[in-house]
């Protein structure tokens, strides 16, 4: 026994040494192409289904014969030279075959918010709030301060607009983007029933949405006039959200057609989509599947596109904040872009934004998109990292070059007119009620005493003071 244990003993560390040695050639390799590899895992609700693995990671630092300076920005964060048309709003453009945000004031703008711009509802988070802050506007103006030196310049959703707005009215050198999601579907089936929780989005009855109801356009109607009028002329309102993560795709034409009741509107539209095709239930092929999902997409972009520029004119629409396979879905994406000012989108799943992706979602769009959910957990933060869909990495600073190999990419794509960075505060595992999703993870910029993770957001600074002429840089 005694020798056997040696044997194993010896054989553990003759791995360790080799995966030493292969790590230490294969850093050294990586730094020859320009890049460095960083230790991470997949996510998966199967805790462990992915190995740790490195990955290339390509940091500013890495930027072969990149003169790094810190770019002249207004106080949208958008870079000061070739003003184009203001029209007092956010609004699109393309310029030189690439897309561009053009701020209030007519320069080009690239969005860099964090999402969930809230203050902690735990006690934990509420008593070292009370101990920093004495008031809500205090700790906006503080964190405001904080972000313009990391260089973000908005926020995006579940943040506190109205606070926002108090910020905005109040700061003349700096002012803070933000998101609203009316939540159209969402609202309308907490109304209709049977919709319940899933992990980070709102489930519905066999994954299908409401959009046939009748009652679905006017609901809209009314959800956009009651709150809409009072942001229409915010010239820091950046756009809208109709509402997130809903499950467009290809079961979708299966789901409506096995819904119980049946007279169901959604039912009854699927069989009547078949009908008028001459198709029959026995003949579903995946490109029917398809097909019938961008139908699906097209009625719910009309209708809530409808709603939202009969209310405000003067906003961008930002869409659905699609996700996991929808986002390649091209008749969905079709639909979208044929609706939507900018396409947004949560992107998971890949350590580097894939090029086939981004060129698919141009191609099929034919409109710009943002990124509006990304991030990694670090496992030196002291929080199990078990639940959301970030890839887990070893420290802060992986965090930091994850940010910037992942931004790097989506800048080299033209119609890529910025992100949303998920999120401002970690979770805490002892915060009542925080959904299945939001449990033990080290998601945010700062913890849960509202230090910022410093290593992390040095990176995001680094990047985000000098986008404009990484643009330049990576364009030539």
């Known amino acids: 026994m005694l020798i056997n244990k040696n ?128 008031s809500d506007l205090e700790w906006l103006n503080k964190t405001a301060s904080d972000f313009k030196k990391i260089g973000i310049n908005g926020a995006g959703a579940w943040s506190n607009d109205n606070l926002i707005r108090e910020y905005n009215a109040k700061s003349k050198n700096h002012k803070l983007s933000y998101s609203f999601n009316l939540n159209f579907m969402g609202k309308y089936g907490s109304r209709r029933g049977g919709t319940y929780e899933m992990h980070g989005n709102t489930g519905f009855p066999n994954q299908t949405v409401f959009v046939f109801d009748p009652e679905f356009e006017s609901f809209c109607d009314s959800v956009a006039k009651a709150n809409i009028t009072e942001l229409s002329n915010d010239k820091n309102l950046f756009g809208y959200f109709s509402d997130n993560e809903l499950p467009f795709g290809k079961g979708n034409l299966i789901g409506y057609l096995t819904l119980k009741a049946e007279n169901d509107p959604g039912k009854i539209a699927a069989e009547n989509w078949l009908k008028a095709k001459g198709i029959s239930k026995d003949q579903l092929t995946d490109e029917i599947k398809n097909e019938f999902a961008g139908f699906v997409a097209e009625r719910y972009y009309r209708i809530s596109s409808n709603a939202i520029r009969k209310a405000d004119p003067n906003h961008l629409y930002l869409g659905s904040r699609v996700h996991s396979e929808v986002k390649f879905t091209s008749e969905v994406m079709k639909a979208a872009g044929k609706y939507c000012d900018v396409v947004s989108i949560n992107y998971y799943t890949v350590w580097t934004p894939e090029k086939e992706h981004l060129d698919n979602w141009a191609k099929w769009t034919d409109r710009p998109f943002i990124i509006t959910e990304f991030y990694t957990k670090g496992m030196d933060s002291g929080l199990a990292n078990i639940t959301g869909a970030g890839w887990n990495v070893r420290t802060q600073k992986d965090r930091g070059y994850s940010y910037q190999d992942f931004c790097l990419a989506l800048l080299e794509s033209k119609n890529c007119v910025g992100w949303h960075y998920f999120k401002y505060q970690d979770n805490d595992p002892t915060a009542p009620n925080p959904g299945r999703s939001n449990i033990d993870s080290n998601k945010g910029i700062v913890d849960n005493d509202y230090r910022f993770h410093t290593d992390l957001t040095n990176a995001m600074q680094q990047l985000n003071n000098q986008i404009y002429s990484l643009i330049k840089y990576l364009d030539n």
């Open 7 to 134: 044997i194993q003993i010896r054989f553990i560390l003759c791995c360790s040494l080799i995966l030493f040695t292969v790590n230490l050639f294969s850093q050294d390799k990586a730094k020859q192409f320009g890049t460095l590899l960083v230790e991470a895992q997949r996510w998966s609700r199967t805790p462990g289904q992915y190995p740790w693995t490195f990955y290339e990671t390509r940091i500013v630092d890495s930027l072969k014969q990149f003169n790094q300076t810190i770019d002249n920005q207004n106080k949208y964060g958008s870079v000061i030279q070739n003003k184009n048309k203001a029209t007092g709003f956010f609004s699109v453009e393309k310029i030189n075959n690439r897309w561009w945000i053009i701020d209030p004031e007519g320069y080009c703008n690239i969005q860099r918010s964090i999402n969930t711009l809230q203050k902690g509802k735990s006690e934990r988070n509420m008593k070292s709030f009370n101990a920093l802050y004495s």
